[in-house]
């Protein structure tokens, strides 16, 4: 355990840094901030590195006795550290976790084709692991799953949920020879509640603008939508996403 007080202390800039796409890749780490997730990727995780903050070390000492390795540290480092506003005294460098290996999927995946709010994305990944899907898909053009307001948002689930990132062209013609069936979510596609796709599916979600690429369209071999009342015309993507996730997983299409 050591202590550090400055802000410009090398291994809080490496930590600080995390917060950056370019940091995360080249470091193999991501950030977690706050007590639950920081308590979550204790469990579910490898955890390189402990911040805590110095003046809330006995009620954080169940957190830290877990660590192996651990800085204490005044509450304005903690905040140069943290992304949130109202940080807890605690966060986390971990080990990003292994990529889903595409040839080992066992049930149902949700792949994203754009999506680019955290928001979103964080929302996405915790719905589909509470329906209980394999895995998810991001292409490039998506949200970084492990970005900070994209882990809050996923309330943990980046930590467990496998995850596997790149063009989704070459994804999804690997999971067809598989067995897999894309099923595509957009707009005037066939309403959900009459659809069947079977056991082996991959749900694609496409971007909050523009919904699901052509290119990737092309290779659904079914599409879905959900029924519009009213004078909405369409519902918020993570939303859309988690409707859908649950009836696939309970059997409605």
């Given at each position: 355990m050591l202590t550090v007080t400055s802000s410009q202390n090398p291994r809080i800039r490496a930590m600080r840094d995390l917060?950056?796409?370019?940091?995360?890749?080249?470091?193999?780490?991501?950030?977690?901030?706050?007590?639950?997730?920081?308590?979550?990727?204790?469990?579910?995780?490898e955890v390189v590195t402990l911040l805590a903050d110095m003046d809330k070390a006995e009620a954080l000492a169940p957190l830290i006795s877990q660590a192996k390795d651990v800085l204490l540290a005044p509450a304005r480092v903690i905040e140069s550290v943290c992304e949130a506003r109202t940080p807890q005294g605690v966060a986390a460098s971990v080990r990003l976790p292994r990529a889903l290996a595409l040839p080992k999927a066992r049930g149902p995946l949700l792949a994203l084709d754009g999506v680019q709010d955290p928001g979103n994305v964080g929302a996405m990944l915790r719905t589909a692991e509470a329906a209980g899907f394999a895995g998810a898909l991001l292409s490039p053009g998506c949200a970084d799953a492990f970005a900070p307001k994209t882990v809050r948002a996923s309330m943990g689930s980046a930590l467990r949920l496998p995850l596997w990132r790149g063009e989704l062209t070459e994804a999804l013609a690997a999971l067809q020879a598989m067995g897999y069936t894309a099923i595509g979510?957009?707009?005037g596609g066939?309403?959900?509640q009459r659809a069947y796709a079977g056991p082996r599916f991959t749900l694609v979600i496409g971007s909050e603008g523009h919904g699901v690429s052509?290119?990737?369209?092309?290779?659904?071999?079914?599409?879905v939508s959900l029924p519009m009342r009213g004078r909405v015309e369409s519902l918020n993507a993570a939303v859309a996403a988690?409707?859908?996730?649950y009836g696939l997983a309970e059997g409605v299409i």
């Open positions: 917060k950056q796409a370019k940091a995360r890749q080249e470091t193999g780490c991501f950030l977690v901030e706050g007590v639950k997730l920081c308590a979550e990727a204790l469990r579910d995780a979510a957009e707009l066939t309403p959900f052509p290119a990737i369209s092309a290779l659904c071999g079914l599409r988690g409707i859908l996730m």
